[in-house]
């Protein structure tokens, strides 16, 4: 049945106002088969009841519900893998050299969904950085639905499949029945707190922003807005990391695309105009020996294997 216009209106507008999130006309199918699974757990038959029911009650739970049943958290492990061999070939030696001693790194996976991307930032970290050199990963989402999920670190084989290289399976799950767990060290790497991109961003100035595969649902002035509000938390040396579909090119002139590898990272043009940091092209004499060489899994081809492929 074909949802009620008024539904749908209703239900966009919400959505915008709460997560930015545009459903534009055309996305009425996807309301409908994102909330039946809510109307339904209300005993009710169709969408129109429910939202009607949770507009006449004002029932914020039920608001939430919907917001929630209407972000889209699609993500897999090492997602692109070019930003992550970035970090580890260019970026982590550029920090290391530019830093005194000690060391303590900062990086947020802003929006970070399941938690695959924090994870995959842990391993990279712990796999390639010295053990003087200490970080911390904040991750965050406007879901708890997702971020509890997160903070579990159960995952099924199917999602192991996706893009988990097996000798990181290995090192860091274990097998929990039917699911694999993340280990509690690399869980006790990442913190994951609610955050909405519409609100001030965390306290602190972060090394690394990986901002993935949302600013796309957002329209021109969300977009300015929110990068905007990561260059005032990003480090002087700091690099914020985009999905592969996204760019701040014609979006914000504030921000410098920087080609590092196969991957772009931003940086925040400096005032005056001046170029941004440099990013070397490989490890310099000061950082030589302390960033640890690319394992054989990190080349594209083997980060393809399967995690099945272990057994
Ligand atoms: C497609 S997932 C991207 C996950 C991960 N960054 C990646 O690239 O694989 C998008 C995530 O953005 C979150 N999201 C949507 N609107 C948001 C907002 N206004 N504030 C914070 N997170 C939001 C969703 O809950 C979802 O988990």
New binding site residues.
Partial sequence: MALNADTFSWVAALVRS????QLGPGKEYLVESRLLPLARTHGLAGVDAYVDKVRAAHDTVGERAIV?AL??????WF??NSPFLALRAHLLPELLATRNRPVHLKFW??????G??PYSLAMTLLDVLPPTVTFDILA????EK?LDRARTGKYSQLEINRGLPAPLMVRHFTRSGTEWQVSSDLRARVSFRP????DSPPPGRFDVI?????LI??DLPTKQQILRRMASVLSPEGSLML?AAETTIGVDGTWERVPVGAASVYRPVRAGGSAPARVPSQATPATAGAIRPLPAYSSPSALGTRAGAAR
């Fill in positions: 709460r997560s930015a999130i929630e972000t889209t958290n699609e993500t897999s997602r692109d996976s802003a929006a970070c969904s399941t695959q991307e965050t989402d406007l879901s997702v955050h909405n991109l519409l990986f901002l993935r595969n949302v649902y957002f999905g």
